[in-house]
């Protein structure tokens, strides 16, 4: 993943990455799972706008010989890769709604908050511990910026 590769030296701000893309992956020379792992050790938010075909409706399947429609492997793939950091996905069929989503992108990135907490299991070994945010304040939605970290390791210790 270049992004994550670019932006590590970065790490006293706060760093995002748009993402373009109709999700589907015809070239890459990482896998998936291995490009949401880096994603999720960045520590970087990534958000994606996803762009999406026109249903065709079933004569213009037939007659093109395509399925149509968005693609929903790759509307996953997109998910997969931004809502563990933090970010969001964008599903668009027309781009002039794609203004509108970086102006909502930019003005959430103004309205982040960020919360510390000491965990419970306290082992420095790399792995991933799942995190949960929850309110005390009926109707009230907290939407966390990750749904996880992976714990950092001691030097010399692993991989």
């Known amino acids: 993943m270049a992004a994550t590769e670019i932006l590590e030296p970065i790490r006293d701000r706060r760093r995002a990455v ?41 004569w213009g399947r037939l007659l093109s010989g395509s399925p149509g429609g968005s693609d929903e492997r790759g509307d996953q793939y997109l998910r997969g890769l931004t809502e563990d950091s933090g970010g969001a996905v964008y599903l668009v069929e027309d781009s002039k709604r794609c203004k509108e989503i970086c102006i909502a992108i930019a003005d959430e990135l103004m309205h982040q908050y960020s919360l510390g907490y000491t965990p419970s299991h306290r082992a420095k070994d790399g792995e991933w511990r799942r995190i949960r945010i929850e309110t005390s304040v009926p109707g009230l939605k907290v939407r966390a910026s990750r749904s996880g970290y992976y714990a950092r390791q001691l030097a010399g210790t692993g991989s």
């Open 18 to 58: 748009l993402i373009l893309s109709d999700g589907v992956d015809t070239a890459s020379k990482t896998k998936f799972e291995k490009a949401r792992q880096a994603v999720q050790r960045s520590e970087i938010q990534f958000f994606a706008i996803g762009i999406q075909e026109k249903p065709l409706g079933f």
